[in-house]
């Protein structure tokens, strides 16, 4: 008997088709993969199951579960699913949260007011379930806001929420994508010791088919709406019979053509473009008493290396590791405790702002999220042309429109676009006005931190085939700021491994992630999840 039941679901909102004759079924203590790029209908199907739907929009078609008609359910029952015998972890983690509530008072709420719990209980119990997904009391108290953590913890605080009363089916949009690979691999053996445990259904959307292929026992494969093909995972990831799915598959692995830095050894020029030199970042850290000093916390610990011209690096590592740190100092956003950074030979330290102009010129960065990064009330020439005020002298209004259409169409959009507005692209496209606004002014380094986490393998193989490209065109600097080991191997010459602060190996690319030597390097290859490698395992799992 399935749980979850969806059968000739259609969708529409505003009278625009959104799906198209959905068929899904998810046993209990089964779980379902659904996978398809941005705008395929993934997340939509979620949400008709949550009855999270606009006003505006109109569902035909049965949707059932556990008995239960949901498209025919009033909303009061669905209060009563949601969060109880329905579970539901959110892709944008910020968002999902209450930013003046403690992650405390979030996870019990839903505790208490389904269970009837005192306020006392319904806390041990979210911080019971908070250890679990690695937020232990000692450094993650019931007491933190969602702002106090990273990215990835405020995922694990939505997990936790959803799966705080065991439901009996959960779904999972893309839970995993803000995580570094060690949390990932933790959180997935966690969904599937819930799975295990509770015979709970699990439908997992994500774009990451390595990680759909060791999880799941079955795969759906969406486009434009449609379920393209279906069936158990190893057959329908290891067979790739619809041309989608083997293109998906293809994307997922996808390296771009650029040089080889050997050759790049050849034209090295005998001065690094960025020097670090013992650099070290503490920052006051929290009181343990009224009248206690604040112990320092040493976020970035004695770090030194040189960045040469034309190369592309990746600096990876578990998240809170002092990556991002780092990186704000080399942006000259935040100031070093002790050590030196140096760009183009000139010392970044202890400068005015309007000293730095010249540097900033010369030194941009690609950001995770580029929706948040753009002022939604521009448009995309005022959002290009921002970096222009760096330079010495300051553009007409024609020159400021010249250089906004030659920096778009070299990421691969029109000039046209300029005069549109950021919620009119799509994420991939949004991602490339990042860049061409990074590039702008022509700048030497390039630093991107986690620039294409968020986005579907066929728009990531797209956005990293755009760096590679302009890697040869520009000869720019890349300094890869990732989680996403794929991405190193991909696109980058030398890779770093930091861990708590400090850079524990680094050297060619090949070299540290097939054969790496330090502890923390081990961890995050021995978690990176693998296409070829899942879908073998599973078919001896399975005797295919």
Same mark, same amino acid.
């Given at each position: 008997m399935s749980l979850l039941e969806i059968e000739n679901l259609s969708l529409s909102i505003a009278g625009h088709p959104v799906l198209r004759d959905i068929d899904l079924r998810i046993a209990p203590g089964e779980v379902l993969g659904v996978v398809g790029e941005s705008g395929s209908g993934k997340s939509m199907t979620a949400l008709t199951v949550m009855q999270l739907l606009p006003e505006l929009a109109r569902a035909k078609g049965r949707v059932t579960f556990d008995g239960v008609d949901i498209l025919a359910a009033p909303e009061e029952a669905m209060c009563r699913l949601r969060g109880d015998d329905l579970g539901m972890v959110f892709q944008e983690p910020m968002t999902a949260l209450n930013p003046v509530k403690t992650i405390g008072e979030q996870v019990a709420e839903g505790i208490r007011w389904h269970t009837g719990a005192n306020r006392p209980d319904a806390e041990a119990r979210a911080r019971a379930i908070l250890d679990r997904v690695g937020l232990p009391e000692a450094k993650f108290p019931l007491s933190r806001f969602p702002h106090e953590l990273s990215g990835g913890q405020r995922q694990r605080v939505v997990i936790a929420i959803a799966c705080a009363l065991k439901p009996k089916l959960l779904i999972a949009d893309e839970p995993t994508t803000a995580l570094d690979v060690v949390l990932q691999a933790q959180i997935l053996d966690l969904l599937r010791d819930l799975v %295990?445990?509770?015979?709970?259904?699990?439908? +997992? &959307?994500s774009h990451d088919l390595a990680v759909v292929a060791d999880m799941? =026992?079955?795969?759906?494969?969406?486009?434009?709406?449609?379920?393209?093909?279906?069936?158990?995972?190893?057959?329908?990831?290891?067979?790739?019979?619809?041309?989608?799915? $083997?293109?998906?598959? #293809?994307?997922?692995?996808?390296?771009?053509?650029?040089?080889?830095?050997?050759?790049?050894?050849?034209?090295?020029?005998?001065?690094p473009l960025l020097s670090v030199s013992g650099v070290t970042r503490d920052y006051p850290g929290?009181?343990?008493?009224?009248?206690?000093?604040?112990?320092?916390?040493?976020?970035? =610990?004695?770090?030194?290396?040189s960045l040469a011209p034309g190369h592309a690096v990746a600096l990876v590592g578990r998240s809170g590791c002092g990556k991002s740190t780092l990186a704000r100092m080399i942006l000259a +956003? /935040?100031?070093?405790?002790?050590?030196? &950074?140096?760009?183009?030979? #000139?010392?970044?330290?202890?400068?005015s702002e309007y000293e730095l102009r010249h540097a900033r010129r010369n030194m941009q960065v690609v950001f995770q999220d580029p929706y948040g990064s753009f002022n939604p009330r521009h448009r995309v020439e005022r959002l290009v042309a921002e970096p222009l005020h760096l330079l010495d002298r300051k553009p007409t209004a024609a020159q400021r429109r010249e250089c906004v259409a030659e920096a778009l169409e070299s990421v691969g959009l029109n000039a046209g676009d300029m005069h549109k507005y950021p919620h009119e692209f799509s994420g991939g496209q949004r991602q490339r006005i990042s860049i061409a606004r990074a590039i &702008?002014? !022509?700048?030497? +380094?390039?630093?991107? @931190?986690?620039?294409?986490?968020?986005?579907?393998?066929? &728009?990531?193989?797209?956005?990293? /085939?755009?760096?590679?490209d302009l890697n040869q065109r520009l000869d720019l600097t890349y300094?890869? *700021?990732?989680? /996403?080991?794929?991405? %190193?191997?991909?696109?980058? @010459?030398?890779?770093?491994?930091?861990?708590?602060? $400090? *850079?524990?190996?680094?050297?060619?690319?090949?070299?540290?992630?097939?054969?790496?030597?330090?502890?923390?390097?081990?961890?995050?290859?021995?978690?990176?999840? /693998? +296409?070829? $490698?899942?879908?073998?395992? !599973?078919? $001896?799992?399975?005797? =295919?």
């Amino acid at each position: 008997m399935s749980l979850l039941e969806i059968e000739n679901l259609s969708l529409s909102i505003a009278g625009h088709p959104v799906l198209r004759d959905i068929d899904l079924r998810i046993a209990p203590g089964e779980v379902l993969g659904v996978v398809g790029e941005s705008g395929s209908g993934k997340s939509m199907t979620a949400l008709t199951v949550m009855q999270l739907l606009p006003e505006l929009a109109r569902a035909k078609g049965r949707v059932t579960f556990d008995g239960v008609d949901i498209l025919a359910a009033p909303e009061e029952a669905m209060c009563r699913l949601r969060g109880d015998d329905l579970g539901m972890v959110f892709q944008e983690p910020m968002t999902a949260l209450n930013p003046v509530k403690t992650i405390g008072e979030q996870v019990a709420e839903g505790i208490r007011w389904h269970t009837g719990a005192n306020r006392p209980d319904a806390e041990a119990r979210a911080r019971a379930i908070l250890d679990r997904v690695g937020l232990p009391e000692a450094k993650f108290p019931l007491s933190r806001f969602p702002h106090e953590l990273s990215g990835g913890q405020r995922q694990r605080v939505v997990i936790a929420i959803a799966c705080a009363l065991k439901p009996k089916l959960l779904i999972a949009d893309e839970p995993t994508t803000a995580l570094d690979v060690v949390l990932q691999a933790q959180i997935l053996d966690l969904l599937r010791d819930l799975v %295990a445990e509770n015979r709970m259904g699990l439908m +997992l &959307i994500s774009h990451d088919l390595a990680v759909v292929a060791d999880m799941a =026992d079955r795969v759906s494969v969406m486009r434009n709406g449609a379920v393209m093909e279906s069936g158990p995972t190893v057959g329908v990831l290891s067979e790739q019979k619809h041309p989608y799915t $083997r293109q998906l598959a #293809e994307a997922s692995t996808h390296v771009p053509a650029r040089a080889r830095s050997q050759e790049k050894a050849e034209k090295q020029e005998p001065q690094p473009l960025l020097s670090v030199s013992g650099v070290t970042r503490d920052y006051p850290g929290r009181r343990k008493g009224l009248f206690a000093k604040p112990e320092p916390f040493r976020a970035v =610990d004695n770090v030194s290396f040189s960045l040469a011209p034309g190369h592309a690096v990746a600096l990876v590592g578990r998240s809170g590791c002092g990556k991002s740190t780092l990186a704000r100092m080399i942006l000259a +956003l /935040d100031r070093p405790t002790a050590g030196e &950074i140096r760009l183009n030979g #000139e010392t970044l330290g202890g400068r005015s702002e309007y000293e730095l102009r010249h540097a900033r010129r010369n030194m941009q960065v690609v950001f995770q999220d580029p929706y948040g990064s753009f002022n939604p009330r521009h448009r995309v020439e005022r959002l290009v042309a921002e970096p222009l005020h760096l330079l010495d002298r300051k553009p007409t209004a024609a020159q400021r429109r010249e250089c906004v259409a030659e920096a778009l169409e070299s990421v691969g959009l029109n000039a046209g676009d300029m005069h549109k507005y950021p919620h009119e692209f799509s994420g991939g496209q949004r991602q490339r006005i990042s860049i061409a606004r990074a590039i &702008i002014t !022509r700048p030497k +380094l390039i630093v991107a @931190d986690e620039p294409v986490s968020a986005l579907d393998v066929s &728009i990531r193989a797209q956005v990293l /085939d755009l760096f590679a490209d302009l890697n040869q065109r520009l000869d720019l600097t890349y300094l890869f *700021i990732t989680h /996403d080991l794929t991405v %190193a191997r991909a696109i980058t @010459d030398d890779v770093m491994v930091m861990h708590e602060g $400090r *850079i524990v190996e680094s050297g060619p690319t090949a070299t540290v992630l097939q054969n790496p030597k330090s502890e923390a390097a081990r961890a995050l290859v021995a978690a990176a999840p /693998d +296409l070829e $490698r899942a879908v073998a395992t !599973r078919q $001896r799992a399975t005797g =295919d």
